[in-house]
């Protein structure tokens, strides 16, 4: 913990500008619950498939069950907490009240990232690079700690390939036995 706080310290020196201060406390919140249900919704409608929704709703029960787990398990503090980083969380909406670790916003963004990039594999690129910002920005923000967001990014890719992998095979399985 005592490395990360030093590299956030260090790189608030030279990272901070006055635009991002303003514009990232809103920008970061495409990786949280709110947009999750938005992605879960929106799919649901534009695919009109209760499976499509089923398995977005569990996926997003068990992404949530191991990071709330984990983050009440080893209760880490946040960041700002230690640093002088409080004034640009003022900008954004809500409120920080849980854990650090492991980043959610990381985990939900990953997640919606590689299902995009099954879904359009023609921008997985752009899907990633988007998700990585928005992990970017917890860090800017001092909402977490790099550890934090790199936890968070192997689970929320992670759990999400794995679902995808199980559920592929057994969804191909059920369809061949009918």
Do not use: C
């Not at 970061?28 to 977005?56: D, N």
């Not at 928005?134 to 923000?141: A, D, H, K, M, P």
């Amino acid at each position: 913990m005592a490395w990360e706080l030093k590299f956030m310290m260090w790189a608030d020196g030279w990272w901070s500008l006055p635009v991002l201060d303003y514009l990232l406390p809103w920008l970061t919140y495409l990786g949280s619950h709110f947009a999750l249900i938005f992605f879960i919704l929106l799919s649901w409608m534009i695919t009109r498939q209760r499976k499509v929704l089923r398995h977005l709703v569990l996926l997003y029960a068990i992404q949530s069950a191991v990071i709330y787990s984990l983050k009440f398990l080893i209760h880490r503090q946040r960041p700002f907490l230690f640093l002088e980083m409080a004034s640009k969380l003022s900008k954004g909406p809500g409120e920080i009240l849980d854990p650090s670790f492991p980043s959610a916003h990381a985990a939900f963004s990953f997640m919606m990232a590689v299902l995009l990039a099954r879904w359009f594999p023609r921008y997985r690129v752009i899907f990633y690079i988007v998700a990585g910002f928005i992990g970017w920005t917890r860090i800017y923000l001092g909402l977490h700690y790099p550890t934090d967001v790199i936890v968070g990014t192997l689970l929320g890719y992670g759990i999400t390939r794995v679902y995808i992998f199980y559920f592929s095979r057994r969804d191909d399985r059920e369809s061949n036995n009918t």
